[in-house]
């Protein structure tokens, strides 16, 4: 199958993609491209490798085949040789991580710093990270946290947050990266009903402002208002895809049918 095609150019071209753990093999030959701009939506059900892929995107797991563009950088991963306990050599370990430097990760959630604030928490990155400034990333970060909503709550500490807030500080601490793609991993599963629109409203927002962003959720109807394209993986392979209109809608195969009769 070939990846969508896209009028801009993609941000992200990922061809080919494989990992196994173990004997496992996780994800089977995955290609996908993302436009600037442009939201990918990633359905499928549990344990069919939709975090492992945003994983392999994001720099936190090496696929041990598949060429990854994202922004000006390109890694072959049938080229790095990892040893034995997975580590690549220096070289590859810069390469790979150079890559992942264009993206941003938000996690399900309890991922901040306990013992520093939200706008530390934001700072953190840019300032240890990428060098900047401290001044500077301070009052980028509360521009950040303002557009999340945050501006008075930037002093308090993780536990005097809702589940829903800290989200909203993971969100913002990804954006202070500057990335060219931000990857959202299932960011309102671990979140109590009421607190979930707040999160979906932040990122219907960043949609907006063309941030180009890849989603694992499974908020349908985020994924029908918002992705300009949906990724149905089942058993580590693209199943269908399509805009969310096609697969959401008038799924064409019966795996993506199952599935989103169980979850509608
Ligand atoms: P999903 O996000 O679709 O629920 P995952 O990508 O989390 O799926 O997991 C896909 C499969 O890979 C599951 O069977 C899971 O147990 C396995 N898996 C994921 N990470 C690891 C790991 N670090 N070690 C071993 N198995 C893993």
Known sequence: MSPTEHPTTP??????VRKSFGEKEVLRDISLEVGAGTVTVVLGPSGSGKTTLLRALGGLETPDAGVITIGDSTVDFA??????RGRLPRAQREQADRLASHTGFVFQGHDLFAHKTAIENVVEGPVIVQGE??????????ALLEQVGLTEHADKYPYQLSG????????ARALALRPEVVLFDEPTSALDPETVGEVLAVMRDL???SWTMVVVTHEIRFAREVADDVLFIDGGVVVERGAPEQVIL?????RTQAFLKRIL
């Open 11 to 16: 941000v992200l071209a990922a061809q080919g």
């Open 79 to 84: 080229e790095l040789t990892p040893n034995r």
């Open 133 to 142: 400034d401290p001044a500077a990333a301070r009052e980028r970060g509360m």
């Open 164 to 171: 829903g807030q800290q989200q909203r500080v993971g969100i």
């Open 207 to 209: 949609a907006q402002q």
């Open 250 to 254: 008038a799924p064409r195969e019966a």
